[in-house]
């Protein structure tokens, strides 16, 4: 056709050629482009298959999510300086250059063989390997040890010995030095940047061996630098301080540590000698070569009759600043004394925590914890200091790391003081097997820290823009003249810090926290001392010139913030763990698993008489409570009555076969004396006495305790309108304050002169058109100042505008005529499913704690149906456990189908977690059901958790607090899309000592046998009466209690039935 075309009219040649032409400038642009597109794309063609596809399908959503969060951060803030928002492009691009290249070295590594290189002492590592195998193995690196070591370990066997890698051989991805090696490391360190090392240069050296650490400590002390408390019992180092002990001698009997040190490296304990007299002239006069002479704790802690050291594993992964972690194994060394130290049984961390709860209780096991960590940070922070300030190599060090062993022990007040450090935990030191399986789970928990690799580009680039912080770009430095610029170390460490936080395991974080403002005072100095204000030189270390470019002061305070900031962000979208009644777990640090602990209190006396295993000798409460009838071993079932003010005790009781035990509650449960949370009325505690010379204990008798508590309004004269009242208003408890800014206790309401000049003003009032309405307890008192002469019984929860209306029972029954409710929740949403189940229906004919689905279909002579749906489940296993979507599918499954009307209404909530992830998932569901016109109505968060029980996590004042903060926003977000709200937050926390039974403590209701009489209903509605199907009467077989549910529960009623509350309230 072409050639045709060409040989036609028209000037045949030219137009050929022209066409010709353009083909082949076509042709040569294409290859030039082609070349060009080639040498640019080299380095990624060069590079792996894996890590290039990991490239391309990363970086360009990285780059767009993390560009669309500066967008949208440009559109709402508008206190950024305009020549920091023109940088904004270049912080991002910066954060990600810098996290590129550190998981690019990774990624690097990775596509080669991993390679871990070992250089040190030949016994340290015949000592130290073994316990390191098992970890290197699973985590498939090729181990390189010297040429003498080959063949002596199961996993190296085979593998050539190594030699210090040539520059142009693969660098390996981590050195182990197992020496004190700081030279050779540092020498290696600054040609491998972010290779993992053990050994932080001139840091270890200023707290190993004990005369560097004695020196430490006294610097700290003659600078004030810890003016309140001691980290260290009193030291002197032989022969330098000499004469300031010989004073020291003369002063008075003392018990002494001595420690001979036999190299730079290594000292051993000599003894504890009673008094300077005993300690041997070679020692005491410096002549028998440098040795440590430390003060012993005085009114040292101790277990039965023997001294403990507490031997904690600590890593530090950064410093300048210092970044550092406390894993929960360890091990407490027993010691005695008869003239000289005699080293006795260990106990793992996990057994002396459980002696510690079973001796001292939760709060004492709170605080010695609390000190540890306050002694083991602030060693920390003074040998961070000293580093900069003596070490030649002071600095920050990128991929060194330091695995430390701290030697502690507390005295009879709790205080923790660091007794010794070691730069390299040794094996030698290890007093059993247990202790080397700990010692191994420390170390594979380090290596999965440092090996952590996740992206934190967008979390960095988020606190940089939430807490406002400046960084450094290229040479035009920071825009502004802020307190903190941040450079490449700075963020570099942020990103280790967060990808740290992710891998965790059984390291817990040390500093920074958010409650790293505690280290402000020692902070504070350390900053003067840094700037000069005051300055002293440590003996026999050479003073540096190294400085950091942010002062200790301000990287104190920017680091304590941005934890803060990570905090505040994870806790609204974080769920607490909860288990089948709706309580929270404890972590595994705060309750350890339950162990046999030999050598513990001496037990009463037992009988071996078999006739007698089934018997209990006592049962104890503390405060003392009397039972009818009087204890007596063969009668096992009991009654008490305890007052109002009584909603916490002890409970324990001792078997009285030598081979049994008194456990509480069930048969695996706690022999020791144990908190029982007491509600309202009847509360029954159960002892099961069980044989132990079994596998599995083996129950042989029970016996119960039925508690009564007495309601607060309990032995007042009956209340009469005849007689004048105050009128008394409550916000909240001064026992549980969580609002610092309101009033708290009963307050007299002075514009009410009596409380039926109360009732006449509340009945005047419109009807409230919401469920979250903020209002008050209002209750008639003989006296404001007394709540022990209050009608709590005529309580009323009641907003200042409006009044919340109790619809008459044929109005809520025509009201729910065809609808469907759905409850979704834990055990407080399911005490309101069942009253309103007994409302609509005129009784509840059945009832059960059920943990899964539970629907009614026939209530209301069949036109209405109810479902609840329990979440969440944490007692299943995590792969079995359903997520809140599926939970809402399951039950939106079961009560199908369903109208997109406001005959369907959703109900959500439960005690505390809630959260917007939750409201976004239920709008994300709904609208892909085309469900988007049903009614929805959140629960607010509620009261509970707030009394010391064993296995909950016992919330403190600040947490409660931070409830309230929560709740506002959780409530507010919902609403702000739709949604009601259900407000019963205020409701609760005011009256949260009148909880009915249950651990928790949360729980305002309780379903029973019927009675001819129900105060909550009664007060509300009258006396029940059946409306079941065909309208024959029927006794009612189950009623609800609690008058605090009831409360909200007919709130909740008159917001399904919002078009039924107008002149259709039932007369009070």
Known sequence: MVARHCGGSGSPRMLCRSVRDFFLAILLLSTISMTILYELSLPWIQRSEKEFRQHIVRSPQRLKSHMDCFASEHRHQNDFSADLKNNRTDVLLKVQQIEDRILGIEASRRTQIKRVTIQGNHDLMEQELPVYEPTLKKYGFVVQVPEWYRGRSSILKGVKSSRLAQPEETQPAMLLLMEDSSQFFHHNNTEQPYQKVNQIPGFVQHLTPADNFCQSVRWAKDNMVIPATEISPPCYVLPDHQEELSEEFQSGSKFWRVKQLTSKTEHKVSNLWENSSNIPDTIR??????????????????IGDSLFVLKVYVLVTAVTPVRAYRHTQGIAQFY??????????????????????????????????????????????????????????????????????????????????????????????????????????????????????????????????????????????????????????????????????????????????????????????????????????????????????????????????????????????????????????????????????????????????????????????????????????????????????????????????????????????????????????????????????????????????????KGPAEGMRPFTLDVPHQVCSLKQDCGLRYSPKEPCGLQNDQRFKFWSAFIDNITSLPACQSGDVPGRWFVPCESCGKGSVCYWDEATWQPDTCQHVTLNRDIVRSCFVGKKVLFIGDSTSRGIFHYVAEVVNGTLTEWDKTHNLKVYRNLNNGTTLLGFAYYPQFWLPAERRPVFEDALYQLMKRTAPLHNSSDTVLVVGGVHWLSTHHINVIMTKLQRERLTGIKI????????????????????????????????????????????????????????KDFLQGKCACHFHRVSPARPQNKSHDKLRGRSQSHGGGGLAKPPRYHVEGEINAVHSEILINTICTNHCTHNSKDR
């Not at 010794?420 to 399986?437: C, D, F, I, N, T």
Request: proline share 4%; glycine share 6%; net charge negative.
């Open 285 to 302: 006069h410096g002549s028998g070569g440098r040795s440590v002479i430390q003060e012993s704790v005085q009114n040292p802690l101790k």
């Open 336 to 709: 005695s004394f008869t003239g000289s130290i005699q080293q006795e049984k260990s106990w793992s961390m996990e057994q002396w925590t459980e002696y510690m709860y079973e001796n001292y209780g939760q709060d004492s096991v709170s605080q010695l914890k609390h000190n540890l960590h306050s002694s083991i940070t602030q060693t920390l922070l003074l040998a961070n200091h000293l580093m900069v300030q003596y070490s030649k190599h002071g600095g920050r060090c990128e991929g060194c790391f330091q695995l430390l062993e701290f030697d502690m022990t507390f005295n009879s007040t709790f205080h923790a003081f660091v007794l010794e450090v070691r730069g390299q935990p040794r094996l030698e030191h290890l007093p059993s097997w247990s202790a080397y399986v700990s010692k191994q789970m420390v170390i594979q928990d380090m290596v999965t820290i440092l090996s952590s690799q996740s992206s934190m580009t967008a979390e960095v680039i988020s606190l940089i823009k939430g807490m406002k912080l400046e960084v450094s770009i290229a040479d035009k430095g920071c825009v502004n003249d802020m307190e903190t610029c941040l450079e490449e170390a700075d963020i570099v460490y942020l990103l280790q810090s967060r990808q740290e936080s992710l891998a965790e395991g059984g390291f817990l974080k040390l500093y920074p926290t958010i409650e790293g403002d505690e280290y402000l005072p020692v902070v504070s100095r350390l900053s003067a001392l840094s700037l000069g204000l005051k300055g002293g030189s440590v003996p026999g270390l050479p003073q540096g010139t190294s400085h950091p470019h942010h002062t200790d002061l301000q990287v104190h305070s920017m680091l304590v913030n941005s934890e803060r900031f990570y905090t505040s962000m994870a806790a609204e979208e974080t769920e607490v763990a909860y288990d089948d009644v709706n309580i929270p777990l404890m972590s595994q640090d705060e309750k350890p698993e339950r162990k046999d602990i030999i050598d513990q209190l001496k037990a009463p006396e037992c009988s071996k008489d078999k006739s007698q295993l089934p018997y209990l000798t006592a049962i104890h409460f503390s405060p003392p409570i009397k039972l009818s009838p009087a204890f007596q071993a063969v009668t096992s079932e009991y009654m008490a009555v305890v007052d109002y003010g009584t909603y916490l005790i002890q409970v324990w009781a001792v078997a009285k076969g030598c081979n049994c035990e008194a456990r509480l509650e069930e048969k695996y449960g706690m022999s020791r004396p144990t908190n029982v949370t007491l509600g309202l009325g009847d509360n029954k505690i159960t002892i099961f006495v069980v044989v132990l010379s079994h596998d599995d204990p083996w129950v042989i008798n029970t016996y119960s305790v039925i508690v009564y508590r």
């Open 937 to 992: 109505i959140i629960k607010g968060l509620g009261s509970g958790f707030h009394q010391p029980v064993e296995g909950l996590h016992c919330l403190s004042k600040p947490e409660h607090q931070k409830l309230l903060h929560r709740n506002q926003l959780v409530t507010k977000y919902a609403k702000d899309h739709g949604f009601h709200i259900l407000e019963t937050f205020n409701m609760t926390m005011s009256r949260y």
